[in-house]
T-cell receptor
Framework: RKEVEQDPGPFNVPEGATVAFNCTYS??????FFWYRQDCRKEPKLLMS???SGNEDGRFTAQLNRASQYISLLIRDSKLSDSATYLC??????????????FGTGTRLKVLA | DTEVTQTPKHLVMGMTNKKSLKCEQH?????MYWYKQKAKKPPELMFV???????INESVPSRFSPECPNSSLLNLHLHALQPEDSALYLC???????????FGPGTRLTVL
């Protein structure tokens, strides 16, 4: 089993749709979780950190389910500009700070006009 | 200043050349990273510097040589590269080991 797994997609959705991505991780001791977005031929940009209580930033909501070892990203009212690859990132060793972040393979989203 | 800068943006080099990639951050971050990214793949960790000391080397070939001259700068020296080393090289920094990483725009390297 991979340490961090994502559905590669692509997810093709119409503008205005709601879309959800899941990401599973294998190390139950993991403490830090992040979602990044990456546009074609650009660097990954931090979208959200994911906290135990869940967090929301405008149209984006991230949640953590420790029991099932997955994190999710929900995008409401999709815009054309949301088209990108969404990377799930896990720091498997949390507070011990080993600096080694594990990246999922990314989920491609295409929002269609 | 909340960004990571990288130079050059693009680099084309022959297999016998020696070149260096440069990364700089002025956010006071104590950890800096080099990643390699091939098309349609996630970034692949190469090196981590923590407090200016090399803390992780992911079994990278010796033709890649990192250097951290001070807390703001990170270099990657390249020598005798192979065509399969062509990729996007990303630098990142973070305040510590569990925090968010911030990426520079990358250097797109082509080895002929």
């Amino acid at each position: 089993r991979k340490e961090v797994e994502q559905d590669p997609g692509p997810f093709n959705v119409p503008e205005g749709a709601t879309v959800a991505f899941n990401c599973t991780y294998s190390n139950s001791a993991s403490q830090s979780f992040f979602w990044y977005r990456q546009d074609c031929r650009k660097e990954p940009k931090l979208l959200m950190s994911v906290y135990s209580s869940g967090n929301e930033d405008g149209r984006f909501t991230a949640q953590l389910n420790r029991a099932s070892q997955y994190i999710s990203l929900l995008i409401r009212d999709s815009k054309l500009s949301d088209s990108a690859t969404y990377l799930c990132v896990v720091n498997p060793f949390g507070t011990s700070g080993t600096y080694k972040y594990i990246f999922g393979t990314g989920t491609r989203l295409k929002v269609l006009a | 200043d909340t960004e990571v800068t990288q130079t050059p943006k693009h680099l084309v080099m022959g297999m016998t050349n020696k070149k260096s990639l440069k990364c700089e951050q002025h956010m006071g971050h104590r950890a800096m990273y080099w990643y390699k990214q091939k098309a349609k793949k996630p970034p692949e960790l190469m090196f981590v510097y923590s407090y200016e000391k090399l803390s992780i080397n992911e079994s990278v070939p010796s033709r890649f040589s990192p250097e951290c001259p001070n807390s703001s700068l990170l270099n990657l020296h390249l020598h005798a590269l192979q065509p399969e080393d062509s990729a996007l090289y990303l630098c990142a920094s973070s305040p510590g080991g569990t925090n968010e990483q911030f990426f520079g725009p990358g250097t797109r390297l082509t080895v002929l």
